[in-house]
């Protein structure tokens, strides 16, 4: 997917998720998955469908990707996070720098330096699929809070004290199948 796409689409996700956010179905505090958050739009009548069951909707393959992502996350595996994501996937880290890959490699890289400064056996994030949402046959906007209810301890000691974050992927079929094409990390007050 080029760029420009990516922005376009992320600028439609920002502008729209207010107005399509139903926050009495969010889920309290990270379970794994909320139920009720799963959408799919009727592209023949441009709302939410109520005879195209999620079921036979891009929202399964995409739940499926983005629950592996969280796994291989919570495991520290770069290399999985990497094989994961597009080629050219773009990340907003949760300090609002942008990330763009150019190969599989930077990627990897990418993870791999965020992870060598934890204590990998102390490392326990703890997630939850907030919302899903298919906005198109081929593109899917997934919304996870990752939570580290202990912290974050790093080797040598320090710590980092207990928060969540929102991750907001966008997610793309292409010739190689479910890809993350965009994802966004932004740091929010412990839910």
């Given at each position: 997917m080029n760029?420009?796409?990516?922005?376009?689409?992320?600028?439609?996700?920002?502008?729209?998720?207010f107005g399509y956010s139903d926050w009495s179905k969010r889920t309290s505090r990270p379970s794994?998955?909320?139920?009720?958050?799963?959408?799919?739009?009727?592209?023949?009548t441009d709302g939410l469908s109520?005879?195209?069951?999620?079921s036979k909707s891009p929202v399964r393959p995409a739940r499926e990707?983005?629950?592996?992502?969280?796994?291989?996350?919570?495991?520290?595996?770069?290399?999985?996070?990497?094989?994961?994501?597009?080629?050219?996937?773009?990340?907003?880290d949760r300090f609002g720098d942008l990330h763009v890959a150019k190969q599989q490699t930077?990627?990897?890289?990418?993870?791999?330096?965020?992870?060598?400064?934890?204590?990998?056996?102390?490392?326990?994030?703890v997630w939850a699929i907030e919302e899903i949402r298919s906005t198109r046959p081929d593109v899917v906007i997934v919304h996870?809070?990752?939570?580290?209810?202990?912290?974050?301890?790093l080797k040598?000691?320090?710590?980092?004290?207990?928060?969540?974050?929102?991750h907001t992927f966008i997610v793309s079929r292409d010739n190689a199948?479910?890809?993350i094409a965009g994802h966004d990390i932004t740091k929010r007050a412990l839910q």
């Open positions: 760029r420009l796409f990516l922005r376009t689409l992320l600028s439609i996700l920002l502008f729209t998720y794994g998955s909320n139920g009720y958050a799963e959408r799919s739009l009727d592209w023949q109520t005879t195209n069951p999620v990707l983005i629950e592996r992502w969280c796994t291989a996350y919570g495991d520290l595996n770069e290399k999985e996070l990497a094989a994961l994501e597009s080629p050219d996937v773009e990340i907003v930077d990627e990897e890289r990418f993870w791999a330096e965020g992870f060598e400064m934890i204590r990998r056996e102390d490392f326990h994030p996870a809070d990752i939570s580290y209810s202990g912290g974050i301890p040598g000691g320090d710590y980092i004290p207990a928060f969540s974050e929102i199948g479910w890809r």
